[in-house]
């Protein structure tokens, strides 16, 4: 059974960092490209960010504008989101997923990805 558990979300403010994590029980974690999406309040989920296996390639939303990174430690099969200088609009509900695509792509599309964490919320207060 495929569990993604998220951590590291909360309360900040304008212009603070987090780091969110999202631990795998994936057998094939070290092959299978990892997400990060995010959902707002009334609004629909969106593409965050994508890494593939090994980390050699990445994919990243256009409003990111190099504040967010994605990164993975397969040794410790986790997959980090680093965030910057955030913002109010940065405010929802942060998920991680797996995605089923092959292993050297870095997949945008909600539909690559049939595995998904509960997600963790993430506020920023201005």
């Known amino acids: 059974q495929v569990q993604l558990v998220e951590s590291g979300g909360g309360l900040v403010q304008t212009g603070d960092s987090l780091r969110l994590s999202c631990s795998a029980s994936?057998?094939?974690?070290?092959?299978?490209?990892m997400g990060w999406f995010r959902q707002a309040p009334g609004k629909e989920r969106e593409f965050i960010a994508s890494i593939n296996f090994n980390g050699g390639r990445t994919s990243y939303a256009d409003f990111v504008k190099e504040r967010f990174t994605i990164s993975r430690d397969n040794a410790k099969n986790t997959v980090y989101l680093q965030m910057n200088n955030l913002k109010a609009e940065d405010t929802a509900v942060y998920y991680c997923?797996?995605?089923?695509?092959?292993?050297?792509?870095?997949?945008?599309?909600?539909?690559?990805?049939?595995?998904w964490g509960q997600g963790t919320q993430v506020t920023v207060s201005s």
């Open positions: 994936l057998r094939t974690f070290d092959i299978s490209p």
């Open positions: 997923a797996a995605s089923s695509r092959p292993f050297s792509s870095a997949p945008v599309r909600i539909i690559d990805y049939p595995y």
